[in-house]
Each structure stands twice: as C-alpha cells, then as structure tokens.
C-alpha cells in the first residue's frame, strides 16, 4: 500500500461576481503516488497549486472530481488522520503559553497517554528542552517552525505533510530543519512536503514533482540529481520557464 495515491484529482475554486461565475483551477487531472518511508517534495512557484494539493490530501477541501487515498482510506476517514502530522506554512499557536504547555494542550485534545513522557521527548527531539517553560510570544520564526514541527509529532504519525518547512528560516534552523526530516525517514515514516526552494528540496528528498500552473509537469528521483551540480533546478526552470503565474489565486 502506498502512502499517498492521487487519481485525476482537479480542484476548481468559484467565485461569484455580481451577475457571473469566476473559475479558477487550483489543480488539476493530478495523477500522483508516494511511496511508504520516502521523502517526497512538491515543488513549484508561489501559486501553482501546492497548498491546494496538499488541503485535498488533508480533506481540508474537497476535489471538484478525481479520487484520493492516504494510508489506504479517503481523506475523510478519522482513522487515517490519527496517523498524519500536519504543519501549515503559517501556523498558529496560543502565543501566552509556553512550549511545554502548547504541546500538553495539544496531547491532551488527541488523547495521548502518559502526555508528559511524550511531551518531554518531543521536545528533546525538537531540541526545545531548556526553552520548555518560554512563552511562544517570545520565539523567533525558527523556534515557532520547531513547535510546529513538535506538534506534528506528537502523537507519532505515519505520514507526515510539510508546507513550506523551511520558509523563513535562516541556515542553521533550515539545517536543523533537515536533519530532523532525514531522521523520520530513518524512522520509517513517510514525508510529504511542499517547496519552492530548490536547494533544500534536493537536499531532502528521494523524489520530486514539479507542479506549473496546477498541472503535473515532471517527476523526478534522486538519482537523476544527485551528483549533478544544478540539475534540478536546471529542469525545474526549463519546466516553469516561460509560464505566468499572473492573476491566479494565491492558495
């Protein structure tokens, strides 16, 4: 069973304007399959279509047509989303409590048991352990991407969903942003994230897809990179070139 399987998927967003309909496809006919245990990166421009990818695996929207399946269930199923972490690009958090206490609140609403255990182990993974008691309104954008990270893990997913991960962060956070990746992968688990960075998805990766527009234009494994100084980024230029993101909804 694969992790992620993606048939004819086609989001079309309305929106009603006075006396007309505008359409906008976020994606679309998006055939897709993620292996168990791999990295997998979604790479494209600002707009094309990535996050919208992403809401149709979480079942945060639904597809206008097309099918999807994530640990073998529909995006629907309560059972597969206890096996999945989720980080969205700009995530939120009570910023008055601190990294101890978010997590517990989160652990608590999921039912873990034995939360504090868990908790303090996350927060050794994540690194957090001497912050734990520091008010999330005094973390940096780096410490914030760590919490989220935290709270993906919390209740120990099977696969986890990454919007841009790695936005924002400077070197040292997006070098601690990766080996954590490369540790869940050690761990068995599966990683889907999204990126328009193309340096930090070749660093991470086992394979790639290149989204244009909302379209599947290119997939690539590792292989055909690693070793190739600039030969991602190569065919990723060669496949967005030309396009226009121009008067697309940003989503």
């Given at each position: ?233 190569r065919v990723f230029v060669e496949n967005v070139a030309g396009s ?8």
């Amino acid at each position: 069973m694969d992790a992620i399987e993606l048939h004819n998927l086609t989001k079309v967003y309305k929106r009603q304007h006075l006396f007309s309909v505008q359409r906008t496809t976020g994606v679309e006919s998006l055939d897709l399959t993620v292996k168990q245990g791999e990295v997998f990166g979604l790479l494209g421009l600002n707009g094309s279509g990535k996050t919208t990818t992403i809401k149709l695996i979480l079942g945060l929207l639904k597809p206008t047509q097309g099918d999807a399946r994530i640990l073998g269930e529909r995006p629907s199923s309560l059972a597969m989303l206890r096996r999945v972490g989720y980080l969205p690009e700009v995530p939120y958090f009570y910023r008055y409590l601190t990294a101890s206490e978010i997590l517990t609140f989160y652990g608590t609403l999921s039912g873990i048991d034995r939360i504090r255990e868990r908790v303090d182990a996350i927060l050794d993974m994540v690194g957090m352990t001497e912050i734990r008691d520091k008010r999330l309104g005094e973390f940096s954008k780096g410490m914030l991407q760590r919490i989220g990270l935290a709270q993906s893990l919390l209740h120990e997913p099977d696969l986890l969903v990454y919007d841009e991960p790695v936005s924002g962060l400077d070197p040292l956070a997006m070098q601690e942003m990766r080996a954590l990746i490369r540790k869940l992968k050690e761990q068995g688990k599966t990683v889907f994230l999204s990126s328009h960075l193309i340096s930090e998805v070749e660093r991470m990766c086992d394979r790639v897809a290149i989204l244009v527009k909302g379209k599947l234009v290119h997939v690539l494994e590792q292989k055909e990179w690693a070793g190739k100084d600039g030969e991602l980024e190569r065919v990723f230029v060669e496949n967005v070139a030309g396009s226009s993101d121009m008067g697309r909804i940003k989503i």
